[in-house]
């Protein structure tokens, strides 16, 4: 059960990524009314599957469904999918439009060595305030849910939250790191 249980919260993350896609056969199904489901069907197939490759022949029985769980009940739902479905798009070339306007301005400036300065100190304070947004927002978020009466607990919600924007945070920290450095280097000439 354990290692089914795994392979069905792997499956139903992958499914709340396709879920802005607004995909039918998603295992996760954002609905109109604002609630965001569980579709049974492919976890109880899973279930059936890995019982028969172990031979237990009653795994037959289980039955084949398309009930689902309300996993959250929000009228942000449709507001987080168009938001996510926008921040993918833009984080893919943004960065390097950033980047390229960085060393664009500092070619064209006429001291070089305080506008890179400048430029690493604004991106220390951009993170932090990054970081401090993510804060809010996880609390934010968190509060919603429990205010709402969701079925989920604010310490479950915590820890999607935490693993969605684990890898945006590590990146966030590391350019804050970087940029650190160079602001040390500089002032350190």
């Given at each position: 059960?354990?290692?089914?249980?795994?392979?069905?919260?792997?499956?139903?993350?992958?499914?709340?990524?396709?879920?802005?896609?607004?995909?039918?056969?998603?295992?996760?199904?954002?609905?109109?009314?604002?609630?965001?489901?569980?579709?049974?069907?492919?976890?109880?197939?899973?279930?059936?599957?890995?019982?028969?490759?172990?031979?237990?022949?009653?795994?037959?029985?289980?039955?084949?469904?398309?009930?689902?769980?309300?996993?959250?009940?929000?009228?942000l739902i449709g507001?987080?999918?168009?938001?996510?479905?926008?921040?993918?798009?833009?984080?893919?070339?943004?960065?390097?439009?950033?980047?390229?306007?960085?060393?664009?301005?500092?070619?064209?400036?006429?001291?070089?060595?305080?506008?890179?300065?400048?430029?690493?100190?604004?991106?220390?304070?951009?993170?932090?305030?990054?970081?401090?947004?993510?804060?809010?927002?996880?609390?934010?978020?968190?509060?919603?849910?429990?205010?709402?009466?969701?079925?989920?607990t604010p310490a479950?919600?915590?820890?999607?939250?935490?693993?969605?924007?684990?890898?945006?945070?590590?990146?966030?920290?590391?350019?804050?790191?970087?940029?650190?450095?160079?602001?040390?280097?500089?002032?350190?000439?």
């Amino acid at each position: 059960f354990a290692e089914v249980w795994k392979q069905a919260l792997s499956v139903s993350h992958e499914q709340a990524l396709t879920v802005r896609k607004g995909s039918p056969d998603a295992a996760v199904v954002a609905g109109a009314d604002g609630a965001l489901r569980l579709q049974l069907g492919p976890v109880l197939d899973g279930i059936r599957t890995r019982l028969l490759a172990q031979g237990v022949t009653f795994a037959q029985a289980i039955p084949t469904t398309d009930q689902t769980i309300v996993l959250v009940r929000s009228d942000l739902i449709g507001t987080v999918v168009v938001a996510y479905g926008i921040v993918t798009t833009v984080s893919a070339w943004l960065p390097w439009v950033a980047l390229a306007l960085l060393i664009a301005g500092v070619l064209v400036a006429r001291q070089r060595r305080r506008t890179i300065l400048n430029a690493g100190v604004a991106t220390v304070v951009i993170m932090a305030v990054l970081l401090a947004v993510i804060g809010i927002g996880r609390a934010v978020g968190i509060g919603m849910l429990a205010s709402n009466g969701s079925v989920i607990t604010p310490a479950a919600a915590g820890s999607v939250f935490d693993q969605v924007t684990q890898a945006l945070t590590q990146r966030i920290l590391a350019l804050g790191v970087l940029a650190g450095l160079v602001v040390a280097a500089m002032a350190a000439r």
